[in-house]
T-cell receptor, first 116, second 111 residues
Framework: DVKVTQSSRYLVKRTGEKVFLECVQD?????MFWYRQDPGLGLRLIYF???????EKGDIPEGYSVSREKKERFSLILESASTNQTSMYLC???????????????FGPGTRLTVT | TQLLEQSPQFLSIQEGENLTVYCNSS?????LQWYRQEPGEGPVLLVT?????EVKKLKRLTFQFGDARKDSSLHITAAQPGDTGLYLC???????????FGQGTRLTINP
């Protein structure tokens, strides 16, 4: 059974704190993604990675950074959390290749982050 | 501005009824996917369509990709309470290394 796991289901942090969200996949996928999901806006891509130590900005990278030191692990970092980063964060992985975005994306269960 | 517009955003119907959800854009997509998301879970892929005019069936669900590859629809026949969830369309824009999602359609099927 394929799996994408996220370190926390719920997280409450204070404004200004540094926040780490961890994602691990066991499918040996090349591509990994971080999205945030907000009501009425769907999923918006924050960052993605197509290889170890590689990263690309998505649509809304401001206020976020990422790290991919191992193929199976992709971390999202909020350097200084703000209230407008309160959201559901979803990690996903997929096969790679030049058409990697057409491949099925496997999602984790999400982390609901609240910044107060 | 949303690249992929889904309609309706909310739909509540009785068990046994039919429904259609639409996903529209002014952009051309090289492929389009439909996902379903249940509460507390991540989205799960239902289908991928890649050819203009393509129709795919998954039991009571019928997916169609528009001839011009700018739109798609999901039709559910004889809806059941188990169909309840958030339905998301997502497309790969031609020439762009990017998957864009619609806002989602929250579907509730009442017993």
């Amino acid at each position: 059974d394929v799996k994408v796991t996220q370190s926390s289901r719920y997280l409450v942090k204070r404004t200004g704190e540094k926040v780490f969200l961890e994602c691990v996949q066991d499918m040996d996928h090349e591509n990994m993604f971080w999205y945030r999901q907000d009501p009425g806006l769907g999923l918006r891509l924050i960052y993605f990675s197509y290889d170890v130590k590689m990263k690309e900005k998505g649509d809304i990278p401001e206020g976020y950074s990422v790290s991919r030191e191992k193929k199976e692990r992709f971390s999202l970092i909020l350097e200084s959390a703000s209230t407008n980063q309160t959201s559901m964060y979803l990690c996903a992985s997929s096969l790679g290749g030049s058409d990697g975005f057409s491949y099925e994306q496997y999602f984790g269960p999400g982390t609901r982050l609240t910044v107060t | 501005t949303q690249l992929l517009e889904q309609s309706p955003q909310f739909l509540s119907i009785q068990e046994g009824e039919n429904l259609t959800v639409y996903c529209n854009s002014s952009s051309v997509f090289s492929s389009l996917q439909w996902y379903r998301q249940e509460p507390g879970e991540g989205p799960v892929l239902l289908v991928t369509v890649v050819t203009g005019g393509e129709v795919k069936k998954l039991k009571r669900l019928t997916f169609q990709f528009g001839d011009a590859r700018k739109d798609s629809s999901l039709h559910i026949t004889a809806a059941q309470p188990g169909d309840t969830g958030l339905y998301l369309c997502a497309g790969t824009i031609q020439g762009a290394q990017k998957l864009v999602f619609g806002q989602g359609t929250r579907l509730t099927i009442n017993p």
